[in-house]
Structure formats: structure tokens, C-alpha cells
């Protein structure tokens, strides 16, 4: 597998400037001979298909939603990033880049950084113009607000419903080239595989999820925009349907899998209540900004929160990092929680919780101030746990929320398998080992705005006009054949376990051994069983109901099945990154409880090549060159 | 805590329909209702039986797919809040509920639960963005917008989609959703110079698709989980008043 990042020469802050430049370009009259299929609608999709049909390629959109506008970029809450300095706080692209690069651990491209942060304050321009309701202060310019791992107010955003307004913004622009007859729009439509020809990608084969129906879609170039595998744990905050199946399916094509063990971690979120459970809820970011954590000092400490007095509490995050305080980033913030929870100073029921306490600021802002910034949060809060959090602090604790791996892309977002690229969650390009807060509407929407549709005609230039293959091709029917194939194998099996059983099972082996800690014995155990659960998965699921028509149970079971081989990945890499960096914390590299990096040996991105179902995988690296950023300890204390 | 649900089965969007009865396994009260569904759908398939098809995505109130008709109330009873944030405990033991599809001419029943909303969307192409291309923008404080003008857009941007105001509504009208989008671009500056076509466009659509009139009665303001207000299709009638007086 050859991994040539194609970082342009050249200062840093030139490098995007002339590769688009110098990059080959398709003459207007060319671009409608190319199509292009864009799967997943989220924010790097949506923005990436309209965007490209706007300059004039023919564009097929498909997610798996009944709409575009369902997908789960729609939950984030609290804001998105660019390095505008409205605030006059010092911000600068500089600062953006560098606080990223700080923030996921060294272990992020320079170059793909740098883009995003001289991107970012397109992103605002563009949203705004399409009527994206931010907030904003009284003399009618846009508010700002503070997130974790910054010392500046950069962050955009629109009550806590940001991800919310960015995507209907996005769906926005897509709706107006559907209805221009410019984008072929095919909801409730899933990829179950990428079909490649001649070593380059050229289509996908697909499920209408509503008939069942297999569609074989040919394309001079796909573009997987489907978001990030964190459910692979069962429980997160992803939307229940959100799955890794595309990318695993590319991957098994041949496109390498970078870094697959990065996985975030999010410190505040509604702690897990029972075994019925489905799904964990985020708390938004942004209430570390008035809310202080908080555990007891004392060890079993059952009293309710109100009776223990101000000198018996540990305000953990203010006491260890003290620079940073509450607003500590998140993989940090995370494993605080764990530790002072491991010290049986946990909170609630299971003890697995910490306070997030607003009693102070609404001392100090009134509760009217705090109603009016957090008040939905704060309801949330309450329908789900029937607690007050004005009245009693909220019971926090940390959920997986996001994956910073994702297949391997080189500076133009392409994969290692020519004609494919990859945007959005579903990469792995600019958060490093850790994603700051606000980063990720960023990122989708830099890669579907304005880096996709400056760097694919790079690609496309090099294929003749009008050379698409025809989806009746060799390729297309061998592709179909697996899909069908595999289809048939999981409705087959009518064994005993449901769907949901295996699932859980997966997401408790993983969450204990691939969690917030990571050890080399625990590592070694589940890779050791995983292979058990799949084996016993295909031996003794039961998927009722039918291929051809709407089956829930089969669109599920497709991509436990797929979990179930993603897992042992991410297990397999976690064990071989022997440091700790960002999210990834093995206990045998650590220094007072903090990360220890090895940038000796570990500063690369390892990219993980697929060699066929009982075979290892095998790890190639794509050295990290640190040219215009000195490497230095991540300090938030 | 057990209770009795009385579900909506079609297999089909041309077959017949009818009611079933299940009993649920033993719950939580904590539990969300999807999650009950989940419990009762995963107690089906182990009894051999068909699970209940029902649209569910981010089960946080904000994505819009989930939409059940529980008891004959779009979402449940509740103000403010998707079928997603119901949970159990407002719920007695040995309750019977009654659940069914969100009823609507324009939302074909697809598979039991599940209904097509696709008719949205094609209101939305129709008219509901503004025609920027991407790059071609200013810089986003060239354009200020008064604070009371951009809450108000806001409260009209938080529609998710879910289509609660058409099953509430004796009319199946779709008055509601279409005048948020139409009063979030016409309170900001930039939904200016389409404002018109956009009212004109949009209604036209509404109406191809057999979505009914409003006759005012409320009750999509009542169902709506994100609480969006009446006074947004009085907006839109004004802004297709004018709309009709000026032309394009």
C-alpha cells in the first residue's frame, strides 16, 4: 500500500493557495460529462453535492434517511469553529491551526490543519448568506462563545442547536439543485458496497431500504460522506441508525482504515441508567462554561450534593489544571472523570457519574441569564432523568462521541484507492488523537464547501470525458452477487440470539478493553474473542422477515456484522501504538497520570490494509513531519 | 411496570391494515418509549413474530424521524417534545396504549409505523434556501441582523421535519411546516430577494402534494415538539397576500 500524503511544497500558509493554483482543473463544458455519487447527506455530504453540482457535475446524493436532512450532523449542539477574531482576542489562523494541532496530540497532518483553520471563516460567510440564524448581539453582528482546549471566544452558534441549523443550511443548497433537476436525489438508499474497476473506484452497489431493491449506481468518482463508527460500542451519542458499514465495505475494496483506535470520549453526557438502554445523550460542551465539576473528597461518599459542605468537595478539573480549568479539552476532561470515579468518589447510583454544578453561576448571572443560555439543555436534562438541574447539580458522565480515525485520505481527501474520497467523520484527516470542541461542523463542512471541489477535478482531469463504465459491467454484477449473497447469509442463519444481544455484547467487550484505558492484556483478551462473537453471530443470529421489502432487523444486522470485524481493528491498533496520545491512553505509557507520547516511535498515522477475512491486517505508517510546529508535551495545566 | 399495546400492523403500503394486541415484558419506568418498543420488538422476534417497523434515528428529539401517533396525539401528550423523549413514567401500569402511523393523505403508510414524508421535501426544493453559491458570500458581519429578527428566525428554523402538525391537523394542512421556512428566510435579510417566489412557489407545491387549508384550530402549534408558533403561518399569509398583489 503506498501512502503519499501529496502535501503541496511550500510554506504553510501557501501550500492550499497554490495547489489549487497549480492543480489540474476540468473546462466548464467537461464537468456535466462526469458523475459523481456522494453517499451520506450529512454535513460534509450535502455540502459536497450541492456544491459540486453548483460548478456543473452530474450528482447522484444517497443516504440512508427517509430526507437528507435527518442525518446525525442535525444533533450537535454546541457551535462551530473559525478563526474570524470578531472578539479582537487574539485569534488568528495561526491560532485555530495551532490549538487543533495541540488539542489532538501531534498526531494530526500540519497541512490538512492549516487548510482547515484558513478555510474556517469561509465556512461563516457561506452559511450566513444562506440564512443560517446564528446568534447574535444586539448591534445585530455575530455572537461568539467559548469551547474547550482555546483560549479565545471563536465559536459560532445558534442556541444549542447549531449542527441543527448548519445542516438545514446544507440541505438547503441541496434542495435547491434537486429541485434545479441538477442532483438525482435517492433517499432511504444504503451502500453496501464500492465497486472498483480497473484498481479505481467507479460505483457503489446499493439497497432501497423501502423495497429492497439492489441498485448498482456506475460513477466517475465516489464520495463516501458517512460519518463516523462510534457505534460500533452500542452505546454512544450517535443516532441509532448512524454505522460504519460504507467505509468498511471501501475498506475491504482496499482502502486503508487510519488509526481506527481514536475514539472520543465526551466528558459530559447523561450517565447510563440501565440495561434497556440505547442510546447515551450528550450535554452540550458549552456548559463547562458556567457549570464546575465536581466529585466528593471523600471516598463512598453517599450524602446528597446539597449536604456536603463547599471544603468537602473536589473541584477536580479547576484543581489539576488550573490554566484551563473547566474548559479542559475533552479526552482530558474524560479521563479525570474516570479516575476520580475509579477512586470511588463517582456520583449516583452506579457511582459512575460526576457533578456539573450551576450553582455558582446562577449566583453570579441569575437564572434567568442561565435559563436563557442553557434552558433546552436543561430541559433535556430533565425529561430523561426527571432531576431539576437548577435545583440539584446534574450527574454527568463520559460516552464514546465521535471518531477521529476513519480511512486514510491524502492531502486532495482521496483514499488509497484512486476515484475515492472521503469527508467529514468518515476520514481521518485533521483532529489528530483528540477533536476539540466546535471542530467537527468545521471539518465536514470545509471538506464538502471548499476542499472537495477544488481538489476532485485533480482526479478528474485524469480520466477521459464520457469514460464512466457502464453498471451492467463485470465489476458491477460481481459486486452485486456478494451483496446479494450476503443478504441471503444473514436472513439464513434463523438462530436463537437476537440482533440487539450481539450488539451489546460487542459494545461491553470493547467499552472494558478498547475504552477511556487501554492496556496491553485486556487488548490482547478481546482480540483474542471477538472472532469467538462473530463466529457465534453468524452461527446463531436471528434476523426475521425478508430481502425484498423494508426489514429493519436486515439493515441492522448488516452492520453489527460489520461492527463485529471493525472492532477487532480498532482492538489491533490500539495494541500496537505503544504510547498514549490524545484519547488513546495505554496505562503502561503514562507520566502522573497524563499521556505519555512517544514521538520517537509513534508519530505517524498507522493505516491498516485489509487482506481478506482470516488473515491479520497489515499495518503500513504515514510518518507525521512536524515542519512549521515544534512537538511539545500537551499542557493544560 | 407492564402495560398493553395496541399497534398498527400493515405490511405494506397497498395492503390492508388492522390493530394488534401485545402485552410488553417487564419495564422500566426510566425507559424511553422507543426503547420500549425495542424491548417488546427484540420479545417478538424471540417468539418467532415480525418486530414492529417504526423510523427512530437520533433519539434526541432533534433529527425528526421518530413520529407516532400515541394514544391519538402526534408524539404523545407532552408539549415540546418527539416521540423520542416520551418516557414510560408518564405511564401507568396495566395501561393500554394505542399506537399508530402518523395519519395523513399525503403520508402513505409504507410498512406499519412508517410513513412516506417525502412530500416535504419536494416542498423544500421548491423554494425553501436562498440562492447562494457556495463562495460568492461577504463576510458575514456585512450583513447585521437585529437581535429580535434573528430569534424570531430561530424559533422558525428549530421545525425538524417531522410532520406532527400534518397528523394533528382534521385538514392534514401543512400550513405550519411551510410557514417556518418561509418566515425564517422573510425575517432575514437575505431571504429578501426571493421572498416572494419563495411564499408563491412553495404553497403551490404544498397544494400539488393534497395537503389541506388551515382553518386555524391550533392543533399543529399543539402536537409541534419544537413549539413553533401559530403566529408563523399569519406571517406566511401576509407574505403570500403580497406576494399574490406584486407577483414575483
Not at chain 1, 52 to 69: K, M, P, Q
Not at chain 1, 236 to 241: G, H, I, L, V
Not at chain 1, 524 to 534: F, S, W
Request: hydrophobic share 40%; proline share 4%; net charge neutral.
Amino acid at each position: 500500500m503506498k501512502l503519499d500524503s501529496k502535501i503541496p511544497a511550500g510554506p504553510l500558509e501557501q501550500k492550499w493557495a497554490r495547489h489549487i493554483a497549480e492543480n489540474r482543473l476540468v473546462a466548464p463544458n467537461n464537468k456535466r460529462k462526469y458523475h459523481i455519487v456522494v453517499v451520506g447527506t450529512g454535513l460534509a455530504g450535502a455540502s459536497a453535492a450541492a456544491t459540486l453540482s453548483e460548478l456543473g457535475y452530474r450528482v447522484t446524493a444517497i443516504c440512508f434517511h427517509d430526507t437528507a436532512r435527518r442525518a446525525h450532523s442535525i444533533a450537535a449542539q454546541g457551535g462551530i469553529n473559525a478563526a474570524k477574531n470578531y472578539q479582537n482576542d487574539g485569534d488568528s489562523v495561526w491560532r485555530l491551526f495551532y490549538d487543533t494541532v495541540k488539542g489532538g496530540d501531534f498526531r494530526a497532518r500540519e497541512a490538512n490543519v492549516h487548510r482547515l483553520a484558513q478555510v474556517s471563516s469561509g465556512i461563516i460567510d457561506q452559511c450566513v448568506g444562506q440564512g443560517v440564524p446564528f446568534a447574535r448581539e444586539y448591534g445585530g453582528l455575530l455572537a461568539n462563545r467559548s469551547f474547550g482546549g482555546a483560549q479565545v471566544s471563536r465559536t459560532f452558534y445558534a442556541r444549542g442547536q447549531t449542527g441543527q441549523q448548519l445542516l438545514l443550511g446544507a440541505y438547503s443548497a441541496l434542495s435547491k439543485q434537486v429541485g434545479a433537476g441538477a442532483i438525482t436525489m435517492l433517499p432511504n438508499t444504503e451502500m453496501l458496497d464500492l465497486v472498483v474497476v480497473d484498481g479505481q473506484a467507479k460505483g457503489i452497489v446499493a439497497r432501497n431500504l423501502n423495497t429492497g431493491k439492489l441498485e448498482r449506481i456506475a460513477a466517475d468518482a465516489v464520495v463516501l460522506a458517512t460519518g463516523g463508527y462510534g457505534n460500533v460500542f452500542n452505546l454512544s451519542t450517535y443516532a441509532r441508525n448512524s454505522n460504519a458499514t460504507a467505509i468498511w465495505r471501501a475498506h475491504r475494496r482496499g482502502a486503508g482504515f487510519a488509526n481506527p483506535c481514536f475514539t472520543q470520549i465526551h466528558p459530559t453526557c447523561i450517565p447510563v441508567s440501565g440495561d434497556y438502554q440505547s442510546k447515551l445523550t450528550l450535554m452540550s460542551e458549552s456548559l463547562r462554561n458556567d457549570g464546575r465539576c465536581w466529585v466528593p473528597k471523600r471516598e463512598g461518599d453517599k450524602r446528597r450534593p446539597q449536604e456536603i459542605p463547599e471544603a468537602e468537595r473536589d473541584y477536580y478539573l479547576e484543581r489539576m489544571y488550573p490554566a484551563f480549568g473547566n474548559l479542559a479539552p475533552r479526552d482530558i476532561a474524560s479521563r479525570a472523570a474516570k479516575r476520580v470515579c475509579d477512586e470511588k468518589r463517582g456520583v449516583g447510583e452506579s457511582g459512575l457519574g460526576v457533578y456539573l454544578d450551576f450553582s455558582d453561576a446562577i449566583n453570579r448571572l441569575g437564572l434567568e441569564t442561565i435559563k436563557e443560555r442553557y434552558g433546552n439543555l436543561f430541559d433535556i436534562y430533565h425529561e430523561i432523568t426527571d432531576e431539576d438541574a437548577y435545583g440539584t447539580p446534574m450527574r454527568i458522565f463520559p460516552a464514546v462521541h465521535y471518531t477521529m480515525g476513519g480511512l486514510w485520505v491524502d492531502y486532495n481527501l482521496m483514499s488509497t484507492i484512486p476515484g475515492l474520497f472521503v469527508l467529514g467523520e468518515a476520514n481521518f484527516s485533521d483532529h489528530g488523537a483528540n477533536r476539540l470542541g466546535a471542530s467537527a461542523l468545521m471539518q465536514g463542512l470545509a471538506d464538502g464547501y471548499f476542499v472537495i471541489p477544488n481538489t476532485i477535478c485533480g482526479y478528474l482531469a485524469t480520466q477521459k470525458p464520457g469514460s464512466c463504465p457502464s453498471a451492467d459491467g463485470e465489476e458491477f454484477q460481481a459486486a452485486e452477487a456478494d451483496v446479494t449473497a450476503r443478504i441471503e447469509r444473514l436472513l439464513g442463519v434463523r438462530g436463537k440470539r437476537t440482533i440487539t444481544d450481539f450488539h451489546k455484547a460487542l459494545g461491553r467487550l470493547l467499552w472494558e478493553n478498547c475504552g477511556m484505558a487501554r492496556k496491553r492484556a485486556n487488548l490482547e483478551k478481546a482480540i483474542r474473542e471477538i472472532p469467538g462473537l462473530r463466529e457465534e453471530f453468524w452461527q446463531d443470529v436471528n434476523v426475521p422477515g425478508e430481502a425484498g421489502n423494508l426489514n429493519q432487523s436486515l439493515e441492522r444486522a448488516g452492520r453489527v456484522a460489520d461492527f463485529l470485524e471493525l472492532a477487532e481493528l480498532m482492538c489491533r491498533d490500539a495494541l500496537a501504538r505503544e504510547e498514549s496520545c490524545g484519547c488513546h491512553f495505554r496505562e503502561e505509557y503514562e507520566e502522573a497520570g497524563e499521556c505519555k507520547r512517544n514521538d520517537q516511535d509513534f508519530a505517524h498515522a498507522a493505516v491498516w490494509e485489509w487482506q481478506g477475512e482470516d488473515k491479520a491486517p497489515v499495518r503500513h505508517t504515514e510518518p507525521l513531519a512536524y515542519e512549521f510546529v515544534k512537538m511539545a508535551t500537551r499542557s493544560y495545566k | 411496570m407492564k402495560v398493553t399495546l395496541k399497534v398498527w400492523r400493515q405490511q405494506s403500503p397497498n395492503s390492508a391494515g388492522r390493530f394488534e394486541t401485545y402485552p410488553t415484558p417487564d419495564l422500566n419506568p426510566n425507559m424511553s418509549f422507543l426503547e420500549m418498543l425495542d424491548v417488546v420488538n427484540d420479545d417478538l422476534t424471540r417468539q418467532g413474530k415480525e418486530p414492529i417497523a417504526f423510523a427512530h434515528d437520533c433519539r434526541e428529539g432533534i433529527c425528526g424521524t421518530c413520529g407516532l401517533s400515541i394514544n391519538g396525539r402526534p408524539h404523545g401528550e407532552g408539549r415540546g417534545t418527539a416521540t423520542c423523549q416520551l418516557y414510560m413514567r408518564h405511564f401507568t401500569e396495566g395501561q393500554t396504549i394505542t399506537i399508530e402511523p402518523f395519519r395523513a393523505g399525503p403520508f402513505p403508510v409504507l410498512q406499519d409505523l412508517i410513513v412516506d414524508r417525502s412530500a416535504f421535501d419536494r416542498i423544500m426544493q421548491k423554494g425553501g434556501f436562498v440562492s447562494v453559491r457556495t463562495g460568492s458570500c461577504q463576510d458575514a458581519n456585512a450583513l447585521p441582523v437585529a437581535k429580535p429578527a434573528a430569534e424570531l428566525a430561530m424559533d422558525a428554523a428549530a421545525c425538524i421535519g417531522c410532520g406532527a402538525c400534518v397528523a394533528s391537523c382534521k385538514n392534514a394542512s401543512a400550513m405550519l411546516f411551510v410557514s417556518a421556512k418561509v418566515s425564517q428566510l422573510g425575517l432575514l435579510p437575505q431571504g429578501q430577494p426571493e421572498r416572494h417566489r419563495r411564499v408563491l412557489a412553495m404553497v403551490a407545491q404544498m397544494d400539488r402534494e393534497g395537503f389541506g387549508n388551515c382553518t386555524v384550530t391550533g392543533s399543529c402549534e399543539e402536537a409541534c415538539p419544537k413549539n413553533i408558533s401559530l403566529a408563523f403561518i399569519a406571517r406566511m399569509n401576509r407574505d403570500y397576500a403580497v406576494a399574490l398583489l406584486k407577483g414575483e
